[in-house]
């Protein structure tokens, strides 16, 4: 067993695609062992794990483990965090009992690799953000989908969001009037992607970009760019490029921007008419995806109006495979079904998408294959050389 385990290790240490197969790999050996007990408890306390990992995050559990050089009794971790030592004891046996932490011994704990993970800024706010918004839809959705017919949901005005929430507002204007939760959701958009998965690192942007574009025009406009991580990163790598770079998003995302020198803040409802015209690059990063299709349609058409003959759209999106598509991605996809009455797409589904509204998908280039996100080269349909 232990050779083999350390065989498996080894496969798995040769790039992040092989940790990726095996991963897949092992979790679908454990699920072909599994006992019908076995399959209750796996799905019957997933939510149960979620809960109690929030738990852990509000407590700064992970992060006073992962501090330590040194195991930490009970009792150390009651006075740190303030819980009584019962619940603290109930609480660290279920989280080894998941992976989460490790027990040295009887009432000592250890981090472990996933305690770490679980230290991130990003897997705090990214979780928070999940149990916090999304989990209550999720629970509400069998539900939701019985009363709705087990209709594909098209409406972003009745989805499992507003049963969850009681509430006939969109999650993005709910989000107004609820700031811890827009606080998680933020700060996971923007901190969730490596910093080299970015459409910069594939995208001839300088090729593209017109050397003399005019400094009054639009050189990039981030539409719902939230707090304008993608405008500081444009400004970083083109420091040099003349023209306007414009973050665009509703006002609560717009007052918590970045202050990056040279962006300008804009607030702008991408159902309205885009007010920057003729701009060089109109760039969407995750903002197609949590609309439904009729209001995608809106929107581009808003985007198709506002492009002159240079203008490029740049949509950067999942682009689904045919087949075979990953637990993450395709846990996305149902989470845009609860939250947005929206859809993650293939790329035949992507062109369908553009060309319904007389845009051209131009190219797909992929940044990060395993997790197929691409950004899309859509322009105005080319005008075909008349034959003689
Ligand atoms: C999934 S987030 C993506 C944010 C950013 N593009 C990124 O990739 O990090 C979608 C963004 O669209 C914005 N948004 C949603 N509805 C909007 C609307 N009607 N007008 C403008 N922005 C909107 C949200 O505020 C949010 O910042």
Not at 314 to 329: H, K
Not at 333 to 344: G, V, W
């Amino acid at each position: 067993m232990e050779a083999a385990l350390n065989h498996v290790k080894a496969l798995a240490a040769e790039s992040e695609e092989s940790r990726r197969k095996v991963m897949v790999a092992l979790q679908n050996l454990a699920f072909s062992l599994e006992s019908p007990h076995d399959t209750i408890h796996r799905y019957g306390h997933m939510n149960l794990q979620a809960a109690i990992v929030q738990v852990g995050i509000d407590l700064r559990l992970f992060r006073h483990l992962a501090e330590s050089a040194v195991p930490l009794t009970v009792h150390h971790l009651s006075q740190k965090t303030g819980a009584e030592p019962q619940l603290m004891t109930r609480v660290l046996r279920f989280l080894a009992a998941i992976g989460a932490v490790n027990e040295n011994d009887k009432d000592q704990y250890t981090a472990n690799h996933v305690t770490r993970n679980l230290t991130e800024s990003v897997v705090e706010a990214g979780l928070s953000h999940y149990f916090g918004t999304a989990a209550p839809q999720y629970q509400s959705l069998p539900s939701y989908l019985k009363d709705n017919g087990y209709n594909n949901p098209v409406d972003e005005t009745n989805t499992a969001f507003q049963a969850a929430f009681h509430t006939s507002m969109g999650s993005y204007a709910w989000f107004a009037n609820n700031p811890t939760h827009l606080a998680h959701f933020n700060a996971y958009m923007s901190l969730r992607r490596k910093p080299d998965a970015t459409w910069l690192s594939i995208y001839p942007v300088a090729t593209e970009a017109v050397a003399d574009w005019p400094a009054q025009k639009g050189l990039f406009v981030d539409i719902g760019g939230s707090i304008g991580h993608q405008c500081a990163q444009f400004k970083e790598k083109y420091p040099t490029l003349q023209g306007r770079v414009v973050l665009q998003d509703l006002s609560h995302s717009v007052a918590q921007a970045l202050p990056t020198p040279g962006v300008e803040k804009m607030t702008h409802d991408i159902f309205e008419p885009q007010p920057v015209l003729g701009a060089k690059f109109y760039y969407m990063r995750a903002v197609l995806h949590n609309h439904p299709p009729p209001k995608v349609r809106r929107l581009l058409e808003n985007v198709k109006a506002a492009m002159g003959p240079e203008s490029v759209l740049l949509v950067d999106e999942m682009v689904f495979p045919e087949a075979g598509v990953s637990y993450t991605a395709a846990s996305i996809d149902m989470t845009m079904l609860s939250a947005f009455a929206s859809m993650e797409r293939t790329e035949a589904q992507w062109r369908e998408t553009f060309e319904d509204v007389g845009l051209e998908l131009v190219r797909t280039y992929i940044y990060s294959g395993l997790s197929y996100e691409s950004v899309m080269d859509v322009r105005l349909p080319r005008t075909k050389t008349p034959s003689i």
